[in-house]
């Protein structure tokens, strides 16, 4: 498996913005495809964006398009995830998560990622 560590969480105000990261060790990061999930208090874990392994495919969930991008930097084996023009809705632990090697992915459940982080509180206020 893959080792991910998540950073860059916080508190900010609706309407601002955050950059999370996510460092990643243990195989090789330019294979794998990469994704953000987000659970807030007392619901289900849900996909936020995903990115192939050389960055040219990106999806989103439908809450976030638009207003957040997903993307990489294989030579730093790092994911980011640029969240701007924050909701309070956005409250959540952010978890980065990583796909099998080589896989391309159709569907972005839980299932389909099988490397995950320990998360990182972000908290948006009105």
């Known amino acids: 498996q893959v080792q991910l560590v998540e950073s860059g969480g916080g508190l900010v105000q609706a309407g601002g913005s955050l950059r999370l990261s996510c460092a990643a060790s243990?195989?090789?990061?330019?294979?794998?495809?990469m994704g953000w999930f987000r659970q807030a208090p007392g619901k289900e874990r849900e996909f936020v964006a995903h990115?192939?392994?050389?960055?040219?495919?990106?999806n989103y969930a439908d809450s976030v398009k638009g207003r957040f991008t997903i993307a990489r930097d294989n030579a730093k084996s790092t994911v980011y995830l640029q969240m701007n023009s924050l909701k309070p809705e956005d409250t959540a632990v952010y978890y980065c998560?990583?796909?099998?090697?080589?896989?391309?992915?159709?569907?972005?459940?839980?299932?389909?990622?099988?490397?995950w982080g320990q998360g990182t509180q972000v908290t948006v206020s009105p």
């Open positions: 998560a990583a796909g099998r090697e080589y896989y391309i992915l159709t569907s972005f459940t839980s299932s389909d990622f099988d490397s």
């Open positions: 243990g195989r090789t990061f330019s294979n794998l495809p």
């Open positions: 990115i192939n392994w050389s960055g040219a495919r990106t």
